[in-house]
């Protein structure tokens, strides 16, 4: 059984710079997992390496409230390790999270946020460490047309259902989602797909050829 980052909230992996999203996909193409490949989405910022996280989920709803409702709350009981995952379920093109937000969410300890709706403040974002993915970024502010709403229910984002505590992982290449019921046979996989491939890798630097490296790995 292969050792896995220490555990955050739900018993899920935290530890930045361990799973990459390539090996992730694969170790569940391998198992006959459903795909849970995040597309659609741009990376607006990214902390050094890939990131690991439990989902925090909320969903964006169209609200005229002032303020943002449930804004507050949602980010209050995110917990140190989690990754921050909000289903937008909106029609208007505006932002519920910016530099005031992602300040709050990289100071509770949380590794970032997938959202399938915009965020704001971008430069501001990346001065901080997390990673975060979207639909893009936009200045104009969500209160009284946005509110937070769900949390800690199941939500989906690009078509991907997300429950909380699914484990999240996000790197320079994309997002994955794995269910909470097959973390640990799927980090297993993953982990035994990167031990190979950097076999492969050291192979081809030393002048292997492609097909013998395969082999020397034991790669598909």
């Known amino acids: 059984m292969a050792e896995h980052p220490p555990t955050g909230t739900g018993g899920s992996p935290t530890r930045q710079g361990f799973f990459e999203t390539p ?3 694969d170790a569940m193409d391998g198992l006959g997992l459903p795909s849970a490949v995040v597309v ?3 990376p607006v910022a990214g ?4 990131v690991a996280g439990p989902a925090r989920t909320a969903t964006v709803v169209n609200c005229e409230d002032p303020g943002i409702p449930g804004l ?9 390790g989690d990754l921050l995952v909000l289903g937008w379920a909106a029609t208007s093109v505006a932002s519920v999270w910016g530099g005031l937000a992602a300040t709050c969410t990289a100071a509770r300890g949380c590794v970032g946020l997938v959202t399938d709706g915009w965020v704001r403040d971008a430069d501001e974002v990346r001065s901080l460490p997390l990673t975060v993915w979207a639909s893009g970024s936009v ?6 047309r946005l509110a937070v709403t769900g949390v800690g229910e199941s939500t989906e984002v ?5 429950h909380d505590r699914d484990v999240v ?12 019921a097959h973390v640990t046979e799927v980090l297993d996989a993953a982990e035994e797909l990167q031990r190979r491939d950097e076999l492969f890798r050291q192979a081809l630097a030393t002048g292997a050829g492609f097909g013998d490296a395969r082999a020397r790995a034991g790669t598909m």
Do not use: H
């Open 139 to 144: 200045p104009r502010s969500g209160k009284g």
């Open 40 to 42: 659609g989405l741009s």
């Open 169 to 180: 992982v996000a790197d320079s290449t994309g997002v994955c989602v794995v269910p909470a």
């Open 72 to 80: 507050a709350e949602y980010l209050d009981e995110a917990a140190e």
């Open 158 to 162: 690009s078509g991907v259902l997300v």
């Open 47 to 50: 902390a050094p390496g890939p």
């Open 23 to 25: 090996a992730v996909s």
